[in-house]
């Protein structure tokens, strides 16, 4: 009795700056079982399976409003941030008292610290996380857990490194999947979608503890096959059998 969007709604808001970020994301939403994603971005990239939402000019900003606060209110998950650029950060806090749920991720990650009403994971690297906390994080995995939990972010973090950390204040994990080949650029962006389609049928620490294993065995298996050289978009199609295939 399944309808085309019971899977979930995923809006995807980036681009300009970095043109490839926000297609990655969606990608990985799509795969990670969202049914519907659409990309509102300056820039298009020819992928049949996302809805592009074209936004004129080069950069998103507050005259983009309009148009992306109606998408924001109908998604169920608002991700956003891949590719944006530091320009546009205005836009996000504006956009972010719409979302029901969201992921910010990249150049989301700035203060002020946008937070969707009802669930919110940030998905930072170390270097995010000291502009978005102002704390230099340690260099051991405890110490780094202690300082997440610690911080005061209202809302989900997965913390990305060599070992994941993952923490909604509360309650902490780490994941441990992955691999060195995953330091390419754009394997964040496919983490960012995965945690968005997730988010829209689990609460966010949830969402945020499986989105960061699904995307390090997707990685595992890329290098499995193909060795060193590895592209983010390799991580997508290794999704569904990480996260769907019984005995995976």
Not at 106 to 117: E, H, S, T, V
Not at 159 to 178: A, S
Request: with cysteine.
């Amino acid at each position: 009795k399944s309808h085309k969007g019971d899977g979930g709604e995923v809006l995807i808001i980036g681009g300009g700056p970095y043109q490839g970020a926000p297609w990655l994301a969606g990608l990985g939403a799509l795969r990670a079982g969202a049914d519907i994603v659409r990309i509102a971005s300056p820039v298009f990239e020819p992928v049949p399976d996302l809805i592009y939402e074209r936004l004129e000019g080069k950069a998103i900003g507050m005259e983009h409003l309009e148009r992306l606060i109606p998408l924001a209110e109908r998604a169920d998950v608002v991700v956003c941030g891949n590719g944006l650029g530091a320009a546009s950060h205005d836009v996000v806090t504006a956009i972010a008292p719409h979302c029901r749920k969201g992921v910010f991720d990249a150049d989301a990650l700035r203060l002020p610290l946008p937070c969707a009403r009802d669930g919110t994971i940030y998905t930072p690297h170390a270097g995010e996380f000291a502009r978005i906390a102002g704390v230099t994080l340690p260099a051991d995995t405890l110490g780094r857990a202690r300082a997440v939990q610690r911080a005061g972010i209202e809302g989900t973090v997965i913390l990305k490194g060599h070992i994941d950390i993952i923490t909604d204040g509360r309650q902490v994990r780490f994941n441990r999947t992955g691999d060195p080949a995953m330091t390419v650029g754009g394997t964040g962006d496919v983490l960012a979608g995965i945690a968005g389609a997730l988010l829209c049928r689990l609460p966010a620490f949830d969402a945020a503890c499986i989105a960061a294993y699904i995307n390090g065995k997707a990685g595992e298996a890329v290098v499995s096959e193909r060795g060193g050289g590895m592209l983010a978009s390799d991580l997508v199609d290794k999704i569904p059998a990480v996260l769907f295939r019984k005995g995976a």
